[in-house]
Antibody, heavy 123, light 108 residues
Framework: QVQLQESGPGLVKPSQTLSLTCTVS??????????WSWIRQHPGKGLEWIGY???????NYNPSLESRVTMSIDTSKNQVSLKLSSVTAADTAVYYC???????????????WGQGTLVTVPS | SSELTQDPAVSVALGQTVKITCQGD??????ASWYQQKPGQAPVLVVY???NRPSGIPDRFSGSSSGNTASLTFTGTQAEDEADYYC???????????FGGGTKLTVL
């Protein structure tokens, strides 16, 4: 059973960089057929995709966040990481990592999710 | 347009059938996937592709698609189905990910 676990500071000061790590267990992060996504959810709101990274390190970011986002992958540790720079109170959210599986060129889905971690940026 | 539209709220009587929908141009090319989220919990995949359910998801959940609209149907809705439901798909040649705004399903 694949499990994902997010970790990182729960409180980040304005203008600083938010850094989170997602540790994957029960499966290899290097397997083909998967991307690794970060998704966030503002309090009481819907889901917002931040971006994804492939096992080979190719990235794809939400255009609205692209200028501030960096994702990386460490296959030796089975981890993916997220960095979001110049944070403001608007970045306060629960951050999820999720395995993004693709079975064909037109079928993609998030089959495993971490439990999420709340990151607060005080105003 | 590069967005997915869902009705904000839908209600259904216990044991009845209800369909929630997701509309967007991206659905003409990409299948939708559907996620259930209960308060304080992470989303859970319930339906993906043409009409596939992960192991452990009851068969009262089913998916369908036509044109620019994907649907998630609950046949014989149970009290535990009360939750928020989100659709998702890829969009465009950039393969960006879209989420619908979510539908809050209330079981009466």
């Amino acid at each position: 059973q694949v499990q994902l676990q997010e970790s990182g500071p729960g409180l980040v000061k304005p203008s600083q960089t938010l850094s989170l790590t997602c540790t994957v267990s029960g499966g290899s992060i290097s397997s083909e057929g998967y991307y690794w996504s970060w998704i966030r959810q503002h309090p009481g709101k819907g889901l917002e995709w931040i971006g994804y990274i492939s096992y080979s390190g190719n990235t794809n970011y939400n255009p609205s966040l692209e200028s501030r986002v960096t994702m990386s992958i460490d296959t030796s540790k089975n981890q993916v990481s997220l960095k979001l720079s110049s944070v403001t109170a608007a970045d306060t959210a629960v951050y999820y990592c999720a395995r993004d599986r693709y079975d064909s060129g037109w079928m993609y889905y998030f089959d495993y999710w971490g439990q999420g971690t709340l990151v607060t940026v005080p105003s | 347009s590069s967005e997915l539209t869902q009705d904000p709220a839908v209600s259904v009587a216990l044991g009845q059938t209800v369909k929630i929908t997701c509309q967007g141009d991206s659905l003409r090319r990409y299948y939708a996937s559907w996620y259930q989220q209960k308060p304080g919990q992470a989303p859970v995949l319930v339906v993906y592709g043409e009409n596939n359910r992960p192991s452990g998801i009851p068969d009262r959940f089913s998916g369908s698609s036509s044109g620019n609209t994907a649907s998630l149907t609950f046949t014989g809705t149970q009290a535990e189905d009360e939750a928020d439901y989100y659709c998702s798909s890829r969009a465009g040649a950039d393969h960006h990910v879209l989420f619908g705004g979510g539908t809050k399903l209330t079981v009466l």
